[in-house]
Each structure stands twice: as structure tokens, then as C-alpha cells.
């Protein structure tokens, strides 16, 4: 059985996260998206707001599982769920340069093969960050984001 595993803080979730999931969800008979803690990033959103919104965004996958995990190295996850690979996405080679160097270090590791994919080009420029940046001044963010994510965004921001 193929079972990948797609990891990202998701905060928020954008047009780029879905395409990649769409796409490694056809690769694997079962893939797991991971919302995983990242100490470099304060989240917006919390893990249980993601995750919720992750649930409804991939209700019509059958073979998309959403999990929540702070507190471990995305390998020793793998490893437990019995991920034959890891799914990660490549933006620009920035994006390839640091995904390079945990391919080595997931493979030395545990030997659990990473697949790359490329984002879409018209969907390689859209990044969490911009898009909370955007909201937060009441930018229409919808041709970047769902409209459940942008919806939960809005609220947010009205909660500040």
C-alpha cells in the first residue's frame, strides 16, 4: 500500500496547498496532510481551527486523511503511520534548496523516500504569510485562497 504524507502549518490554507493535495492524493492509495508545528511561524489560526477547515476542504477525498501533530519530527510520524513517502512542494529554488537538504536528512534517517512537486505556475507566488499580511488590511483575498479559508480569515481579523 502507497501511503504519503503532505506536512505544512497551513495557516492558512491557500489555492497552492489544494492543488499539491489534489495532485499527491492521485499518487497514494492513502495521504495523509499533516498540520504540523513550525517554532519559526506564530500560527493565526490554531491547530483545531485548521484542521477543521482542512476536514471540510477535503471532505470529497476518500483517501485524504487530516492529522494534527506539535510535537515530533515529521520522520518519526512517517515512520509510525507507515508512510512509504513524504509529499513536499517546490515554489522557486529557494523552496528547492531547503527541501534538498531534508530529503538527505529524512532519508538518513528513516529511508522514507520524499516526492517533490511543483507548484503550478500560476499558483507559485501565493504564500501563508502574504496572504494573513493581505487580510489583515482587508485585501479581497479569494482568487488566492477558498472561500471557507477567506470567510475565517475575515473573522479573525474582525476578532483584532
Known amino acids: 500500500m502507497t501511503i504519503g504524507l503532505y506536512t505544512g502549518t497551513f495557516d492558512p ?16 492509495e492513502t495521504l495523509y496532510v499533516g498540520i504540523f508545528q ?9 491547530s483545531q481551527e ?15 486523511e487530516v492529522i494534527v501533530h506539535e510535537a515530533d519530527l515529521t520522520v518519526n510520524v512517517a515512520k509510525k503511520l507507515g508512510v512509504t513517502a513524504l509529499v513536499r512542494s517546490v515554489r522557486n529554488a529557494q523552496d528547492l534548496a531547503y527541501e534538498s537538504e531534508m530529503v538527505y536528512f529524512n532519508r538518513q534517517m528513516t529511508g522514507i523516500e ?18 494573513k499580511e493581505l487580510a489583515q488590511f482587508g485585501v479581497d483575498v479569494s482568487r488566492w485562497v477558498p472561500d ?5 480569515l475575515e473573522k479573525k481579523f474582525e476578532q483584532k
Open 148 to 152: 471557507l479559508v477567506k470567510a475565517a
Open 13 to 28: 490554507m491557500t489555492k497552492g496547498h489544494l492543488d499539491i493535495i489534489q495532485r499527491a492524493s492521485q499518487l497514494f
Open 50 to 64: 485548521r484542521k477543521a477547515l482542512l476536514e471540510t476542504l477535503l471532505a470529497t477525498f476518500d483517501n485524504v
Open 114 to 131: 520524499t516526492v517533490l512537486l511543483l507548484a503550478t505556475p500560476d499558483l507559485q507566488y501565493i504564500n501563508s504569510t502574504r496572504i
Open 38 to 46: 513550525n517554532d519559526h511561524k506564530q500560527p493565526l489560526l490554531t
